[in-house]
């Protein structure tokens, strides 16, 4: 089976001193930058999605500023393909799903940035298109929401999409089943 470790939108604007800061950004950039350094030993592909929002009324993301990059942490090498989004889903209106079949990737490993908005979306479109979809709990995140006028704790926010996700639309599994796993 050809495997693909799918990160997304590990940027500056989420993390301390960035315009969107998440819950526990530094954790789970340490566990997406954990798979990363495994999907680098063993040379399997690697996909950074890049987020550059484009609506007027967007408050991170926004072209042209330190906020869109890659963070540090998950840096791409030359090698690796890096997919500009400009929606939550990763394959609407990308190259990605092109370039997945390029390389004939069957299973996606995926990890990243909000786990209620991007990460949701991507993963049940991957689902949708196929692909055998694993997630990677511990390397992802989301920040606080509001409903009805209570705060959803980000942890609540958190474990609630990887509970709903799970089973149905993903495997979503710890770090540590990754390295049985590839």
């Not at 967007?58 to 030359?78: M, R």
């Not at 990308?94 to 990890?111: A, D, F, G, P, W």
């Not at 991957?126 to 390397?139: F, P, Q, S, T």
Request: glycine share 4%; with cysteine.
């Amino acid at each position: 089976m050809n495997t693909a470790l799918l990160l997304v939108d590990i940027q500056n604007d989420y993390f301390k001193g960035g315009r969107n800061e998440l819950f526990n950004i530094d954790k789970a950039s340490t566990r997406a930058q954990e798979a990363l350094s495994l999907f680098r030993e063993k040379n399997l592909p690697i996909v950074h999605i890049q987020c550059i929002l484009l609506e007027e009324n967007a408050t991170f993301f926004l072209p042209d500023t330190e906020g869109i990059k890659i963070h540090e942490s998950v840096h791409p090498q030359p090698d690796e393909k890096v997919v500009v989004k400009h929606t939550p889903d990763s394959f609407f209106q990308t190259q990605l799903q092109n370039h997945l079949e390029s390389l004939k990737v069957t299973r996606l490993v995926i990890c990243g940035m909000m786990s209620h908005m991007c990460i949701d979306s991507t993963v049940r479109t991957a689902h949708r298109l196929g692909y055998e979809v694993v997630l990677l709990n511990e390397a992802c995140t989301t920040q606080d929401l509001e409903w009805n006028d209570t705060v959803i704790p980000a942890a609540t926010v958190h474990d609630t999409f990887m509970a709903t996700l799970h089973g149905t639309f993903a495997q979503v599994m710890d770090n540590s089943s990754l390295y049985e796993l590839i």
